[in-house]
């Protein structure tokens, strides 16, 4: 069993940063795709992006592409998300999930994963 605890929420302008933290507990942590995503009162859990176990292919949602960057420490079993230049449509809580490499499925959509955080609220005013 794998535990997933975000951090780096908070409460942050329009146009400025943050950058969110996934910690895990498994000591296999690289050998696990990672992904972040996102919900927001009212609407589906969104993908936001993801990493391979190597930290060596990354892929983005349409809607953070250029804005966001999805990193990993395989040494701190800790995946990031920088998040930059956010906008009030950002405001969500965000998940962290981890895929066992033999799961199959997209990591771009939910069924991708194994094992989900709780997640962290981001609140982007304007």
């Known amino acids: 069993q794998v535990q997933l605890v975000e951090s780096g929420g908070g409460l942050v302008q329009a146009g400025g940063s943050l950058r969110l933290s996934c910690t895990t507990s498994?000591?296999?942590?690289?050998?696990?795709?990672m992904g972040w995503f996102r919900q927001a009162p009212g609407k589906e859990r969104e993908f936001v992006a993801t990493i391979s176990g190597s930290g060596g292919n990354t892929d983005y949602g349409d809607s953070v592409k250029g804005r966001f960057t999805i990193s990993r420490d395989n040494a701190k079993f800790t995946v990031y998300l920088q998040m930059n230049s956010l906008k009030p449509e950002d405001t969500a809580v965000y998940l962290c999930a981890a895929a066992r490499a033999w799961t199959p499925s997209s990591r771009r959509v939910l069924q991708g994963y194994d094992y989900w955080g709780q997640g962290t609220q981001v609140t982007v005013s304007s």
């Open positions: 498994g000591r296999t942590f690289s050998s696990y795709d």
